[in-house]
Structure formats: C-alpha cells, structure tokens
C-alpha cells in the first residue's frame, strides 16, 4: 500500500535486498529504500525515477517501526537528519545486531537460489568479540575497523562522504573505528591541514603493535601486521583486511574449507589474488613447509612482501601477474606434467568485489583442478560463479559466511568447490 504527502510517498517495506537497501512497491513498481528495514512503514522521497523497472527512495521519517529497530549507532548516520546529511558507511547501524546477521543470510540464500541456481541457506556468523563476548574490544559490534579512509574538500576539511554522494560530512565521532583511529581521525579532522588543500584522501591504520599510522596518497614503506603468532609485511596503506578479527578468522575458515583428502602438497597449488600471502600461508601453516604453492597478484609491490611472508614454506613462491592473464598462459602453455600437477591443485581465491567472473572460473574448470577454496566479499558475484561452476560440473560442498562488517551490508563467504569425479 502506498500513498502520497506533499511530494512524498508512503511505502510498506516488503524484504531487504543486497546493496543496504530494502524493497517496497509503489503501485505496481519495485522501490529500493535506504535507511529503513522490512515490516516498517515509512515517509520516503523518491530520488531516482529514471527507470521504468524500478525508483530508488530515502527515508524521511518512519511511520511505524520494526521491533528490530535501534537508535542508529552513529548519530551522525541517522534517519533524523535530512538524507542529504547523513554519513555513508554504516547503513545497518539501526538494526539490532542479530538482525543485521539475519537479514544477511537472507540476502545470501536469495541470490544463491536466484544467481546460484541452488537452494542453499548459510548463516551469516558473528566474529568473536563483535557481541562483547570475549573481552577484545567489541561491543554490539563497534570498534572493529583498524583502517579508515576520510575525505577532504580542497579547503582543509576532511570527513567521510554522504551516503551514496560524493559530498562531505563533518562529524564527531567514528564508532566502528578502533579507539585510536577514531582519536588520531577527529584530532586531524579539527587541525585541518595545508597538504589537504587539494583535496584528496587520507588513511589510518592501526597496526598490530598499537601504531596509528595516517597517510595522504599511496604510501609503500612496509608495516608489520600479525596473525597469530606469524607477522606478515604489508604496505602502509597496501590492502589488509578491515575487522581486527578477520585476518585470524579466514586463516582459519579457509584451513578449514580444505577437504584434506583432495589436498595434494606436491600439487601446482596456488593462490589467486594473493596479495602479501595471508592465505598462501594458512595453506603452509595447515599442510606442512614442503606445500607447493604460487601467490598470484597484480601489484608488484605486494607480491614483493608475499615473497618474504612465504619465504618459511620451500615450496611457496609469488608472481605479479594478472590472474585472468596468468591461468589463460598456464592453459596455453602448461606442459601434459603441468597439466596433471593443476589437476591434483587446490586454488584459494580471493577475487575483489565484482567476482572471478567467466574467464577465471572457465580457466580453472577447464584445467579440472581438484578443488577451489574461494573467498568472497559481494554474495551475489559470488553467487554467479557459483553457477558458473556448477555448470562446469563443480559442486558447492560447503560453505560458511562471516560478518566482517557489523553495521554495514557487506559481508564474507567462504566456500569449497570440488570436482566430480
């Protein structure tokens, strides 16, 4: 049921979709509306009505409220201000926590069965900590990001974008960031800073030696990250996983996910998009030193710190390549030897958000690879490979998925793929 107000219109929210937003129907027309949940009734202003299929629409004010409804837990992000002034970056943060995972598995289910092509229900799990269960700093799901990147607008102020916008926010307080990023944030924020007069980011990390570390730009020099008790050098402002919790929790997902039984270490083992080794490693650490195993990635300076991180494992190597380009000259060139070494491989891969997509999946079915361990940060790129594999005749085996992102939409599946036999 929708009406009309002053230029608004009233919407019943039906379900929630990927992306942070939910979906509601305005006489026959699908409306994807930020700021809200399923079961609410809100006053919402249609932003974008250039598609006949569907609008988008933000949130004024809400009408009738889910039990699962919370005050937002960045104030800063709230449906009480005006759409155009609230902070990007945490669009769940009004939900209850449990309800965010909830809503998740939902999101994940459904594009399993609509891109997937399978019936398949994972349950989105929280990380230690993130309930305030274990003493590491997490509560309901704050304090978790150990790296932050903020705006400026070329006259000094620097502050996170609004949502979906390029226009910045001032605002005074960082809750889902690590108390010392938050800190070292708001205290540049107030100094402001001739060398943001032309506008630009700027980036804090917090290390795992308690270090705050704040760049303008792209920074190389080395730092040392930890897992466990093994350290790994990463670049300053080089990718590294967010949640402070992540880099020990797919270590260990992905040690996991490994059916021991098709691993084969002298196999051509590899990891795909291996950045500086993190996964490469949590193969070594669980099968023994002898682990043969490539590190594929396309930043040279990355690959450069993985060949370090690995350098434990006599078998590890790394290369810069990219892993489109990489697996098309190992399919042209491999050798009938090279050929059964792939065949017996296991492949961790770890694409960016848009998916490995048709060639890398086409690639590494067609070499018939015994099994792929694949990490995914987007549910539905994930969910169209997982058709593309199934229909190469590899079969999803399991699958567990992580909240690496409380407050956000985003979240981190990890599944193994093997090969009929």
């Not at 598609?51 to 629409?57: I, L, M, T």
């Not at 990355?302 to 590890?316: I, K, P, R």
Request: hydrophobic fraction near 45%.
């Amino acid at each position: 049921m929708a009406g009309t107000t002053d230029g608004l219109v009233e919407l019943d929210v039906l379900t929630v979709a990927h992306g942070g937003v939910s979906v509601a129907r305005l006489d026959g027309r699908v409306v994807f509306v930020s700021d809200t949940l399923p079961g609410e009734r809100v006053l919402a202003r249609v932003t974008d009505d250039r598609k006949s299929s569907f609008w988008r629409a933000e949130t004024v004010e809400v009408l009738e409220a889910s039990p699962h409804r919370r005050p937002h837990v960045w104030s800063a992000a709230a449906v009480e201000r005006a759409p155009e002034d609230r902070a990007g970056g945490a669009e769940f943060g009004h939900i209850d926590l449990a309800h965010q995972r909830a809503l998740k598995t939902d999101v994940l289910t459904d594009a399993l069965k609509r891109q997937g092509r399978i019936e398949r229900v994972v349950e989105v799990a929280a990380l230690p900590g993130d309930d305030g269960t274990d003493g590491a700093g997490g509560t309901d799901g704050l304090r978790w990001r150990t790296r932050l990147t903020l705006h400026a607008d070329g006259r000094g102020a620097l502050g996170p974008y609004a949502a979906r916008s390029h226009r910045l926010i001032d605002v005074d307080a960082h809750p889902l960031a690590t108390p010392a990023i938050e800190a070292a944030a708001l205290a540049e924020a107030r100094a402001g800073s001739s060398a943001r007069s032309e506008g630009g980011e700027v980036s804090f990390a917090e290390t795992a030696d308690g270090d705050v570390l704040i760049s303008s730009g792209r920074h190389d020099d080395p730092i040392v990250e930890r897992v466990g008790d093994r350290a790994f050098r990463v670049a300053r402002t080089g990718f590294w996983q967010v949640h402070r919790g992540a880099p020990a929790a797919l270590t260990a997902a992905v040690q996991e996910a490994v059916d021991a039984d098709r691993f084969d270490p002298a196999a051509a083992n590899l990891d795909l998009y291996g950045g500086v080794g993190l996964l490469a490693a949590a193969l070594g650490d669980r099968f023994g030193r002898a682990t043969r195993v490539t590190s594929v990635e396309s930043d040279p300076v990355a690959t450069d710190f993985a060949q370090e991180n690995l350098a434990d494992w006599v078998g590890a190597s790394a290369l810069t390549a990219r892993v489109d380009r990489y697996l098309d000259r190992v399919e042209r060139t491999a050798s009938a030897a090279e050929r059964q070494r792939l065949a017996a491989a296991t492949v961790v891969l770890d694409p960016p958000r848009s998916g490995a997509g048709k060639a890398v999946v086409g690639s590494l079915t067609r070499l018939g690879v015994a099994q792929v361990v694949y990490v995914a940060c987007d549910p539905v790129a994930f969910a169209r490979d997982v058709a593309l594999f199934g229909e190469a005749g590899y079969t999803l085996d399991r699958a567990r998925a992580f909240d690496l992102f409380p407050h956000t939409h985003h979240l981190e599946t990890v599944g193994t793929f093997t090969r009929a036999d």
